[in-house]
């Protein structure tokens, strides 16, 4: 079956569309004014038969035989002329047929009078001859010598359309030039509103990871296509940026697998050209070995943070005492909080519940701990504090008495690779992805993570998790 | 006791090879998964060492057959596959124990072991290496003759190396069975560090012969030395 298939370009699109509404109006509207002609013209034409029906009325007369009949001597009269161009009928009101003129022939015009025909006044109405013909008919009754009879005149509908003709047939003929014209002017507008897209998109063919940053043209602000072009503009950038994240973290992943990588490869060949004791050989393998283990630990964190961003990670949320955990990671790391002889606090309200995943919290807290050990000189002292922010968050800050991130830095500490301290060894302070992870597990339990630090006044790491008992009811001191 | 290998990756098959063979036991090595099938099911082992990713028969293959054919060999997977849901779906096939590479050789070493004994009675109480003597379930020990005053987790971690004497013990197992830390990361390396020191201190320091040695990109190991 043929099918009407939908045209892929908006230009043509819009343009058959437009098109076809207008001609549709266009029917509409021809029509319309048909109808309003033609009402026009037949009462003009009832007009008429009242008159022909007038002068018909003073030519009749009876003949000898008693019929009725025209008179004669008028057949040459112009009025009656033009009376014999219409159909005429004359009957009796029993319905006998009193008098037919030459065009009406053998046809009647309306079969027998209904009642009240013609009697006030002319009676005026299409009606459809014998044989099929429409016509206006006008009638109106008479009283000829005593008689009462009905004249009818009848005029046929195609006298009315052949002046009409005329008319339409220009209406028809105009319509396809003024369908014409509406296309063109509509293909050329939607064209021209429709540039922009095409500008765009030529643009865009040429956006590629090399050329990330250029941008759509905008023609204005304000338009429909200037706002689809900042929209496309904006997330043009933000895919910029993250490539530009990306970059910079393959550039740093590959150069913490390389270090390790080539302190392997050194040791190995400068240990095979020269003849060692076993004991040698041994030291030689072992710190081989503990390059090695840098390396798995950084490509185990890499796989955690990847599968992170792949959103393979599932969470086993709880709601779990917050206080209690931090006691916990504080005691895993006790014993190096002993070594320095830092001093550990921990404040706050012990029954407020975090509702996260217990272990991933557990780890970021953790990291967060293990840094602040780290980084606090010896004597020093961190101290935690849980309280509530608004009725359904609780925060956990850990504030130490380190050296501090100066504000440069410490806007960057959460990213992969950025150590706190790059001028430490990397075997003392790992591979700087400690926070990230951390970062990472508290994101991905709808927290935030955050650092306000200067420098010689200590850092202050401050995690928000959703939180169990902290009603609006209870008053934060 | 007869091991099988199954595993295609020739260096990684010697070295396993080497290892275990050094550990006293026998062993077979297969390359690919048709030929570790075949091995399998017409020899008796006491234990099969199975890589996942093999060629001509996946691992997983190999496993669900042996298992179908209801030989109840126990099975060791060792796979870089390292997601939850590999290690549940070669359990649930029927694997008795699962490793990721890349491993301790110690921790494999270990976990062979802890398999072959299995269904064997529990460990005595009473451990002794030279004059250090502990009994674990009185929470007393004591180096020749003299009590050691050890802090609770001290306690557990000379424990857990004594059941293992002349073993070497890596820092993962330690993580995972004193420290029960399911996830490993930096911090808990550093806080073993510091045990292990602790516990040197006490144990060896006033002592002539030295029983804790660090075996350097390895571990930690409780011995008398020979010397």
Redesign the interface.
Known sequence: MWQLRRPKRIRTRLTLYYVGMLAGVLALYFAGVSLLLFWQASNVLKRLAAEDLETVKGLLYYDDDGHVDVREDYHHHSDWKQVQERLLEILALDGTILYRNERLGDRTIGGAPFRGEGVHGYSGRTAKMSDGTKIILISRQYDLGGQTILIRVGYSQDLIWNELRGTLLVLILASPLILAGAAYAVYATVGRALEPVSKMAHRAQFIDSERLNERLPVESEEGELGYLAGVFNAMLSRIEQSFEQLKRFTADASHELRTPLAAIRSIGEVALQENATPDEYRDTIGSMLEEVNRLTTIVESLLTLSRADAGQINLQVSVFPLAALVRESAALLQILIDDKQLTFTLAGDESIGAQADRLYIRQAVVNILHNAVKFTPAGGSISARIQCVGASRVELSIADTGPGIPPERSARVFERFVRLDEARTPADSGAGLGLSVAKWAVQANNGEIGVASAVGSGSRFWIRLPAVGCSSLRLES | MRLLIVEDEEKMARALRTGLEAEQFSVDVAGTGEEGFFLASTESYDLVILDLMLPSRDGMEVLTALRRKNLSVPVLILTSK??VEDRVRGLDAGADDYLVK?FAFSELTARIRALLRRGKPEPTDILKLADLEMDAAGRVVSRGGKELSLTA?EFDLLEYLLRQPGRVVS?EMLARDV?R????????D??ID??IA?LRRKLDEPFARKLLHT????GFVLREESS
Do not use: K, L, S
């Open positions: 390292d997601t890349p987790r820092r420290w830390e399911t996830a490993r990361y930096t911090p808990i550093n806080v510091v045990h602790h075996v350097r990109g390895v």
